[in-house]
């Protein structure tokens, strides 16, 4: 088991921002995780990745505690939050030669040119990050996720501000690593899931309100997107 996830609870002050949550995921799933703004995604996202610290309940990723083995676990983890933190005035392989020593990455100038090269950055490769587009600033944010190879991959909002042939683009890599890895990503783009995914989880003020499999939702015709408005008015 990748992620495992036991009554977690969350506050910030007197506001419960997750409650008892609990799921757990597996290697080779590619899970969509859905929610309204402010129904508590990023927030578990941040303590899966041990960036945040849970008030109560238990989370393990690669049966490792993510409060008590935090460094473990975020050596597990390829995480691109939401708000891409990019250093702009870095060329992208300085970048993330930066991020693969952090790693300790063996073979690093070698396993460079092959994330460059999976991931489509190779057109842009010589320029800086401040000049790349939003699609290509989202590259280099996967880019950075996967240099270490992990284990898992958590990605907050991976398509936002692509064009229709990055979306494409993305999905398919995102589907590609996902062979071998979990994958847990956020989206508000239906279409995405259905495209992506083998599972979907839904969230709605902190509570998870539905977990299934998309097949479920094909075997039974329900449309995902009037599904969840259902679940989250």
Not at 160 to 165: A, H, M, R, W
Not at 206 to 229: P, S, T
């Amino acid at each position: 088991m990748s992620i495992a996830i036991q009554k977690l609870n969350k506050y910030y002050g007197k506001q419960q921002a997750l409650t008892d949550v609990s799921f757990s995921l597996n290697k080779g799933e590619i899970v969509g995780f859905l929610g309204p703004n402010g129904a508590g995604k990023s927030t578990l996202m941040k303590i899966i990745t041990s960036y945040l610290q849970q008030d109560s309940g238990k989370v393990q990723v690669c049966n490792l505690d993510t409060q008590e083995q935090d460094l473990q676990v975020k050596a597990k983890i390829g995480y691109l939050p939401e708000h891409n933190p990019l250093y702009t005035d870095m060329y992208i392989k300085e970048y993330l030669n930066f991020v693969g020593e952090i790693y300790k990455v063996k073979n690093l100038n070698s396993r460079i040119d092959e994330i460059i090269k999976q991931t489509g950055l190779t057109p842009e490769q010589s320029k800086k990050i401040g000049e790349l587009s939003k699609g290509f600033k989202q590259r280099v944010g996967l880019a950075a996720a996967l240099i270490h190879n992990p284990e898992i991959l958590i990605l907050d909002e991976p398509t936002t501000g692509l064009d229709p042939n990055q979306l494409v683009e993305i999905r398919n890599l995102i589907k590609e690593v996902g062979e071998d890895k979990t994958v847990l990503l956020s989206t508000h783009i239906m279409q995405e899931v259905d495209k992506m995914c083998n599972r979907v989880i839904i969230i709605n003020k902190g509570k998870i309100v539905d977990d299934q499999l998309i097949a479920n939702y094909q075997k039974n015709n329900i449309d995902l997107e009037e599904h969840f408005r259902k679940l989250t008015a």
